[in-house]
């Protein structure tokens, strides 16, 4: 977050692209690993979490924009969700709504 | 000075007033709706992971082919679609209006792409016995529920994305608008990639059989 106007050219997002195809190339990857369902949601989420970061300062040029903005509205974000899925009773309720087994 | 002379003159002070955040007010206005939508497809991929990796006999209907490469195809039309989206807004700010609206068009063109493949997935799916609230396979029926409904909210916002940028390539052709409506309409399409950078890896990838 410069806060400048100097924006990537087309090489650079095209190195970004780049990279982008090879983080789903490893979450498909590690589908082939035979992971528990735990540990492949959890490396699954990190990597989709990098991913999601890089097009959010690249592609959507938050880090070419005053820093501020990025302040006002990412931890916005992680606020409600975190308080949305992990704080607030509702987000249990999920749990509790799975098929028994027989 | 009477109060309306004392009205007007504020008014004319919170126009020429510069953007706290030195965007124009629709790149702003983009951004509050990317954050209430991000927060909408945050709680509902939420509820799926703890329904996913709370069912133990949760079904894993995918196969690698042609379920995984066809989505991995998805991925990279969406994905170079977004790099088509950046080149558009490039040329829009440099003034190339028709390098602007070769760009837009391949985006459009990527983004009907992706929505095709989406449907015949989808078509497969159905003609495999799957639905919202079927299961073909026995066991719990929530998968066809969770995977329609997130795949399906994502298709809708692919849609309407590449009718917003039909409407955006005229209106940028027209004079009607301007480059900050193709760098808008840009920033909502990325939203659009990156959101199914979530659904590919939680929904694809968590049901490969293995």
């Known amino acids: ?102 | 000075m009477s109060e309306s002379e004392m009205t007007l003159g504020a008014g004319h002070a919170a126009a020429l007033e510069p953007s706290p955040y030195g965007i124009q007010s629709k790149k702003l206005t983009m951004w509050l709706f990317i954050i209430s939508d991000a927060v909408t497809f945050g709680a509902i991929l939420f509820g799926y992971s703890y329904l996913r990796a709370g069912t133990p006999d949760w079904p894993t209907p995918f196969q690698f082919s042609p379920s995984v490469v066809n989505g991995l195809i998805m991925t990279f039309v969406l994905l170079t679609s977004s790099l088509t989206m950046l080149a558009a807004v490039s040329a829009a700010k440099q003034g190339r209006k028709s390098a602007c609206l070769q760009w837009l068009a391949a985006t459009i063109v990527l983004g009907i792409i992706f929505a095709t493949l989406h449907l015949r997935e989808w078509f497969h799916l159905f003609a495999d016995g799957w639905s919202l609230s079927k299961n073909p396979l026995g066991g719990p029926v929530q998968f066809g529920a969770t995977f329609f409904s997130i795949t399906g909210l994502h298709l809708m916002h692919v849609i309407s994305g590449v009718i917003a940028l039909i409407v955006i390539a005229i209106g940028y052709n027209t004079e009607w608008l301007d480059s900050g409506h193709v760098e808008a309409t840009g920033l909502y399409w990325h939203f659009v990639d990156l959101v199914w950078m979530f659904v590919f890896p939680l929904l694809y990838l968590m049901n490969v059989a293995r």
């Not at chain 1, 195809?21 to 540990?39: Q, R, Y």
């Not at chain 1, 690249?58 to 704080?87: G, Q, R």
Request: aromatic share 12%; net charge neutral.
């Open chain 1, 1 to 102: 977050m410069t806060g400048t106007n100097h924006e990537p050219g087309m090489k650079e997002y095209i190195a970004i692209w780049v990279g982008l195809l090879c983080i789903v190339g490893i979450e498909t990857f590690l589908t082939t690993l035979h992971l528990s369902t735990h540990k492949l949601l959890l490396a699954l989420l990190l990597l989709a979490f990098a991913e999601a970061g890089i097009a959010l300062l690249y592609f959507m040029h938050l880090k070419y924009e005053k820093p501020k903005l990025f302040w006002t509205l990412v931890p916005a974000v992680i606020f409600v969700l975190f308080m949305m899925n992990h704080i607030w009773p509702d987000a249990y309720r999920m749990l509790n709504m799975r098929v028994p087994i027989q």
